[in-house]
């Protein structure tokens, strides 16, 4: 990791705090709709530990945050989890699942193999996933929080009156990007949530207890080859990939964390909490969105989660499971909505912008000093235009079609690469025509020879 900028960004991010708190730590709270209905689940089936949960994920809020100086998110690993829920994990086996991952990931970025990656996926391929991680992410609030909902169910304060008063105070901040809405809706939800639960689901001072958890063989085994080596493309391509280009295209400005960084990152918050039955988290592109939506502008609106997810998992801990369990999903799920929307934006910058496009522009030795190594944006005829759109939602259709990133993946790389094959047979062609050039002007000059 380069922490020769670490000075820059903690100078940015003070300079955040000052100049907008309520904007940073509401930007904090927008991957909220991403994390809470996962590790509420995983807290209940008794897979991780809640409060080594916090304290761990919190800690790597803080880091992150240091570290990288942009609002990048400590989210659950989705693969994991969902695999997690269905068969009801054990601790141990969600746990080697988030090993063999982190494993894997480590070895790639040590390796350099990780920034080899970045370099030969095209850029169509790596808007498409995260025009796909956007458009999965609205699929799943309508289908998993908003469209169970009834007009009075479940209940008086989670139902869609209350989604439609939330979606129209999102439409409201449209043209007010700085309100806190992230901030006034959690706090919304907390207040709903006592309502529903009753005080008597207020949390209780718990002290945190951290407990040692060693997987056996069977538990490994289980949690390797059924979670954790399909957790590899999502942690891969949208974790790692697709965040380092998401940060260049929202924060131009500071330093863009490289993909061995964020690797480095990702393999180090598993191989360490993961010990202490921590849920398996990594970085993703749809909490960076997120909390950009939300008003995050630096490593600080993190920090601040960061402390704040401590101080619960180290008093509170496991109380706080039931007054959690019933938080609204009218309100996360248009949370998430706004979180997908957010990323799937991204794709509009592919034809115009996108960083494989501009290239350095080269002037005389006389030109003015300052002109030397500028550079431009480079133009693109109207086939082009139309073959990387067509490449990127090729990415999409597989991503969405078989909810899994690796086929999107490998749909958007075969359609890169047949609209790149008849360039490619050219320029074999050409060289097999030099080489047999060659060879006949190497035979004529010698039957000229005396």
């Known amino acids: 990791m380069d922490f020769s900028n670490i000075r820059r960004l903690h100078l940015n991010n003070v300079a955040a705090v000052r100049k907008s708190p309520i904007s940073e730590i509401s930007g904090s709270l927008g991957d909220l709709g991403t994390l809470l209905p996962l590790m509420i689940a995983l807290a209940i089936n008794n897979s991780i530990s809640l409060s080594s949960t916090l304290v761990f994920s919190g800690l790597w809020n803080i880091l992150t945050g240091v570290i990288f100086g942009i609002p990048l998110p400590v989210q659950p690993m989705k693969a994991i989890a969902a695999v997690a829920l269905a068969r009801k994990f054990s601790p141990g086996e969600i746990v080697s699942a988030g ?27 790596v808007k498409g996933i995260q025009v796909g991680a956007g458009l999965s992410l609205v699929i799943s609030a309508g289908t998993g929080l908003l469209q169970p909902l009834g007009w009075t169910v479940p209940n008086a304060a989670d139902n869609l009156i209350w989604s439609i008063l939330a979606f129209l105070a999102l439409l409201s901040t449209q043209r007010f990007p700085r309100a806190p809405y992230a901030l006034l809706v959690f706090l919304v939800g907390l207040v709903l949530s006592i309502f529903i639960a009753g005080l008597d689901s207020l949390p209780s001072f718990m002290l945190w207890r951290p407990q040692i958890y060693l997987p056996s063989w069977a ?15 999502l942690t891969t391509l949208n974790s790692i990939i697709a965040v380092s280009y998401l940060s260049a295209d929202l924060f131009p400005e500071l330093p863009t964390p490289e993909v061995t960084s964020i690797g480095i990152s990702v393999s180090l918050m598993n191989l360490i909490g993961g010990w202490f039955g921590s849920m398996p988290v990594c970085h993703g592109s749809g909490g960076l969105a997120a909390q950009y939506r939300f008003g995050a502008r630096s490593g600080a609106s993190i920090i601040i989660l960061g402390l704040f997810k401590i ?36 794709g509009e910058g592919l034809n115009h912008g996108a960083r494989d496009l501009w290239e350095t522009a080269e002037y005389g030795t006389n030109s003015h000093p300052a002109l030397d ?16 759109w067509t490449v990127m939602f090729m990415t999409v259709g597989g991503l969405l079609a078989f909810k899994n990133d690796g086929v999107g993946f490998i749909a958007g790389m075969l359609c890169h690469w047949v609209y790149r094959s008849p360039r490619l047979w050219g320029v074999l062609l050409d060289w097999r025509r030099s080489g047999r050039r060659s060879t006949t002007t190497g035979a004529e000059q010698e039957h000229l020879l005396p």
């Open 373 to 388: 190594n500028h550079q431009r944006h480079r133009e693109l005829t109207d086939e082009e235009r139309v073959q990387r």
């Open 311 to 346: 101080l619960l998992g180290l008093f509170f801990g496991e109380s706080l499971v039931r007054l959690l369990t019933v938080y609204p999903k009218s309100l996360l799920g248009i949370m998430v909505l706004a979180a997908g929307l957010e990323l799937a934006k991204v």
């Open 99 to 125: 090993f063999t991952t982190s494993g894997v990931v480590f070895i790639f970025s040590v390796t350099g193999l990780l920034q080899w990656f970045a370099r030969a996926i095209p850029t169509p391929v």
């Open 219 to 233: 538990e490994f085994e289980t949690g390797a080859l059924d979670a954790g080596l399909g957790q590899i493309p």
